[in-house]
């Protein structure tokens, strides 16, 4: 019952001796590293159950407290992913765009269209269109 269990550790780190000036005798053994996936980034599950970065989380926070500040280099946020998390984010019954192409409608066609969407943006070749006002 009180055997040893797979995440219990080998090793205890002890504090070593309070002598001022003196080194002490013997060094503090270090703990073994953390097991997993720690040198992956922590994520979190958005609205449409796709998975956020945290790098994005940052770059959100930041623009919300720095509203005066520009924000560059941000093109390596933008991938396929992304762009498919911004689409499943959007209100499915909301009226057409000043295209005209509804939600479902762009839906049929949704891998190519994201990734010509992703070549544009990247290539510098997509300009939105300005919004209709009503």
Do not use: C
């Not at 980034?41 to 956020?52: G, I, W, Y």
């Not at 689409?87 to 939600?103: F, M, N």
């Not at 066609?109 to 510098?124: I, N």
């Amino acid at each position: 019952m009180n055997d040893t269990e797979k995440s219990d550790s080998g090793i205890v780190a002890e504090k070593s001796t309070n002598k001022a000036g003196q080194p002490a005798a013997e060094s503090v053994e270090p703990r073994p590293e953390t097991k997993g996936n720690a040198q992956q980034q922590h994520t979190h599950r958005t609205q449409s159950r796709a998975r956020m970065t945290q790098s994005l989380d940052r770059v959100r926070k930041a623009a919300r407290l720095r509203k005066k500040e520009q924000l560059t280099a941000l093109f390596h946020h933008i991938n396929v992913d992304s762009l498919r998390t911004a689409y499943y984010a959007l209100k499915r019954k909301a009226a057409p765009g000043v295209d005209g192409v509804k939600w479902l409608d762009y839906e049929a066609d949704l891998e190519p269209r994201l990734e010509a969407l992703h070549r544009r943006v990247h290539r510098g070749a997509y300009h939105p269109q300005p919004s209709r006002r009503t």
